[in-house]
């Protein structure tokens, strides 16, 4: 990690807890069946999205050094990516949403590093660096849509989640990662994407994390910009399936001016898009979001914030209309004609003010939860936090004072004042209490013998979200994923193919050129008859070379491919088209 950021000063702002998500690269484990793999999507992907990309894709291309001929290396990426000031780094297939979200908000660009098979050329469900790299990367050379990008992964972190998110998540990240390894039966598949279906159909009332995942996965991944009549690509789904990105234009697929309304439309990451919404430019993207933002919890607060957390069962935070934040796992909350009178926690807890941790209020002193109520004194018109110091020692809400709180929903705090802590502004934030004790209808919430009572002031919840205020006040650096992505051992027949493939990139590099091409041919005909990309590669070399011999014997062999393998038969013909149509490429 050290050398990565060393080349790239955007990642030197990353905490601690998101940089337990990154891995190295390991550039030297691609083979070069995976580097032909890449060769060939690339090549397709700019002759097609040439005519039907959003222009920034190509200038991207060319502004974040991607090559059309190799992976890309990271490394390489992050000196460029530098000057408009976004980083890359590589991770393991999906990672948790709030993690993705809050890497984009910090610039950086998350990159599955490695590359789907070649059985899986056309589409795969898993990330890898086919669609982040080729598909994420490019785009966000326009300044316009990096600032979209940015603000989302933002706004995004802040999403509180349901429990039922976290194992969709996993179902998700489990059946990415079994349809992409080699080998895996079509039953487990099947099974797999069964519960993914299931729990899909089962997820209740969908969080604010779902919402905006839905929105993500319409602008980020499969958008559409310009007009509906004539829509451009712009999604990384889209710009990296050289599959669907050629369907999507047909009218097989309906266009939808872009609205709030698709974040209650929900997708199927296995199956092509039977819709696609449209954007008018970039900058409209930015409105949507914000008109959502408007409606989440953290802009909102209230009552339903508070339940948002609770039905989470995840860390997560509320703000106080003083400023005060409370960051813990909340568990419950007394109501009153629906509104909020009084917030509980169960286990480690912490307060801060504007995202830094009060003194002495972090989770050693708040170890088994923390409880507070919210609202005015009943029969006060003024707020506890409104009050000026008069008016707080003519309340008795003074050090050393021993007086009984009575709130407006019923709650009582009734102890000896200790001391109290005020805002920037100078309003009162907390009050510490000895003796003390909190009830509520003859209920006791906090009993003398418990210690010292922290009290929270705020006549209001303004803000709920999903994570702690303070990064600091919890030990974020825990996870663990379920499992990770298949690499089996390689069959020595394999490994034999994967050295003829090399032979053939050395060729085209100028590395090797005494190769003999055709013997490469013989042997690939005789010992490994059904693979399709090599003779395509060998082609290639051959018709720029005008050897008629060899490009007849090619074309034979690839007939009998396509005789036999029917569903490659497209590939081949797309492979050749471009060779023919003698494309030029950067």
Known sequence: ?????????????????????????????????DQAVWRYVMRKNVNFLSKVAHKSYLEGLQKTGISIDSIPNMYGMNRILKDIGWAAVAVDGFIPPNAFMEFQAYNVLVIASDIRQLEHIEYT???????EGAGHAPIIANPEYAEYLRRFGEIGCKAISSAKDYELYEAVRHLSIIKEAPNTSKNDIASAEKKVEELQENMGMPSEMALIRNLHWWTVEYGLIGSVENPKIYGAGLLSSIGESEWCMTNA?????????????????????PQLFVTPDFAHLSLVLEEFANTMAVRKGGLSGVNKLINSKALGTVELSTGIQISGVF??????????????????TALAYREKELVGHGCETHPKGFGCPIGKLKGINIAIEDMSPRDLAAYNIYEEQIVTLEFE????????????????????ILISFKNCTVSYNNKILFKPSWGIYDMAVGKDIVSAFSGPADLNSF????????????????????LKLETLYQQIRDYRVGKNTIISRTKVLENLIENHPKDWLLPIEIYELAYTSNEENLCKGIL????KIKQNRPEVGKLIDDGLKIIQNKMVYN
Not at 125 to 131: F, L, S, T, V
Not at 409 to 428: D, P
Request: zero cysteines.
């Open 125 to 131: 469900p898993a990330p890898d660096i086919i669609h």
């Open 475 to 494: 030990n974020l650096v825990t996870h663990i994923p379920s499992e990770k992505t298949i690499h089996i051992k390689k069959s020595e027949e394999q």
């Open 253 to 273: 697929v309906k266009k939808l001016p872009y609205t709030i309304e698709a974040t209650y439309q929900n997708f199927d990451i296995t199956k092509p898009q």
């Open 556 to 559: 034979n062999h690839l007939e």
């Open 409 to 428: 929903g019923g709650i009582t705090v009734s102890g000896e004042i200790i001391t109290g802590k005020r805002n920037l502004q100078g309003k009162i």
């Open 331 to 348: 568990t419950s909350v007394i109501e009153n004609e629906d509104n909020p009178i009084y917030i509980q926690t169960t286990g480690k």
């Open 1 to 33: 990690m050290k050398s990565l950021i060393e080349l790239n000063p955007v990642l030197q702002k990353l905490p601690e807890h998101l940089r337990q998500f990154i891995k190295p690269q390991n550039y030297e484990e691609y083979s070069a069946i």
